[in-house]
Each structure stands twice: as structure tokens, then as C-alpha cells.
């Protein structure tokens, strides 16, 4: 009759679960339009403000690059941010005027651009109580990377909100600084247009946020 095993959890030696990059299957399951399939009704996209949102309305388009200086095609990026007051939005629900919530992706078509539609969000307080300066934080998934990264983009002509943000302001090379401003550029229509590629290594790699 074989004995029942009586080796306590503790003494088991457990392997270490493999680790997986973010690979396909981040855009079946939340871009599904990207990966080719069919977009469902309701869908947490790259359209965070409508016509009817407070605030001014504008467009940030960018590229994700990796360590050789190739674009990534597949990275799926979240967006967070403020209302033009300054204020997080706590339920997303696509008859909201605004959402503080979205989501973009690069794709194998053209420039491999990602996109968001929104308003420039106002200041929120630091925990300090000092303002930041306004921004939109971001998560950046793609193959290759095991953990998502963490970031902020910035405006360029917040020059002076800029320089006194408590969070920008923590990073000490100027040059650094830099990699987190996105650059104002021509848009279509009434919305501003700003640019904001995101370098995951190399020269001119984006500051990524330990948060």
C-alpha cells in the first residue's frame, strides 16, 4: 500500500514560473481591430474626448523605436490622464464626454503610428501639494518587454509649468528631461497635433518610471 506523501509545502521545491513577453496576444484580447478581428461595440479605444468634452481639444501621434533604432509594430500603449481641471475620471463609459482612460497601438501598416484623440489635461497636485505640470502617463507593452514600462509625456509649450513640476523637475540631465516633451506640431482641423516618440533603448532612450 503506498504511503501518503507527508512532505510539508514548505519543504517543496517549486519551480519558478517562465516568464512571457507581452507577444500577440495583448492586441487579440484589448486591439482587436489591430490584430485584424472584428471590433466589438463597446470598446476602450484611442478616442478619449468627444466633440462635447471640456477643454482643448488636441491629438498626440507617436512611434515606439527599439534599441537598433527599428520601429516596434506591435506594442500596445494605455493613456491616463486628467480632465482639463485636473481632475481623473473614475468610471469609463463610452457616453462620457471624456474618459480619462484609453488605450493605442502601433501596427504593420504605413508609419506604425499610434494615436490618441483627447483635451490637454490641467494640473493635478503632487502629493506635496505642488502642481505637476500638465501630462498623460503611459504604459507601454510589447514583445520583448517582460514587465510593462512606465511613463510620462509632457507638453512642449508648458514651458514654465515644466520647470517648476515636482516630478520633471527630479530629473537631473536636461537632455533626459528632453526624451519626456512631446513637440507641438500642425494638426488637422481644430485639434493640436503633438508628436511623442517613445525610445525603448539606446541613444535618446525615454525615462521610464519605477511607479
Known amino acids: 500500500m503506498q504511503q501518503p506523501n507527508t512532505q510539508s509545502t514548505s519543504e517543496l521545491i517549486l519551480r519558478e514560473t517562465a516568464s512571457q513577453t507581452a507577444g500577440p496576444y495583448v492586441h ?71 474618459n480619462s482612460f484609453g488605450r493605442t497601438a502601433t501596427t504593420f ?26 501630462h498623460i502617463n503611459l504604459s507601454i507593452f510589447a514583445r520583448g518587454v517582460n514587465v510593462h514600462l512606465q511613463t510620462r509625456l509632457y507638453f512642449d509649450d508648458e514651458t514654465d509649468a515644466n520647470a517648476h513640476c515636482p516630478v520633471l523637475s527630479r530629473i537631473e540631465s536636461p537632455t533626459r528631461r528632453q526624451t519626456l516633451i512631446a513637440s507641438r506640431e500642425a494638426g488637422d482641423g481644430d485639434r493640436v497635433r503633438y508628436r511623442f516618440d517613445i525610445r525603448l533603448q539606446g541613444d535618446g532612450e525615454t525615462v521610464f518610471f519605477d511607479f
Open 109 to 134: 501598416e504605413g508609419s506604425s503610428e499610434w494615436s490618441l484623440q483627447t483635451i490637454k489635461p490641467g494640473p493635478v497636485a503632487h502629493a506635496s501639494g505642488q502642481p505637476m505640470a500638465p
Open 28 to 98: 487579440i484580447g484589448l486591439a482587436p481591430s489591430v490584430a485584424g478581428l472584428p471590433a466589438r461595440d463597446e470598446e476602450i479605444w484611442n478616442r478619449m474626448a468627444g466633440p462635447e468634452a471640456e477643454g482643448e481639444p488636441i491629438e498626440v501621434v507617436g512611434t515606439v523605436i527599439d534599441g537598433n533604432g527599428d520601429l516596434v509594430r506591435d506594442a500596445l500603449i494605455e493613456a491616463w490622464q486628467a480632465d482639463a481641471k485636473g481632475v481623473y475620471q473614475p468610471f469609463f463609459d463610452l457616453r462620457n464626454a471624456f
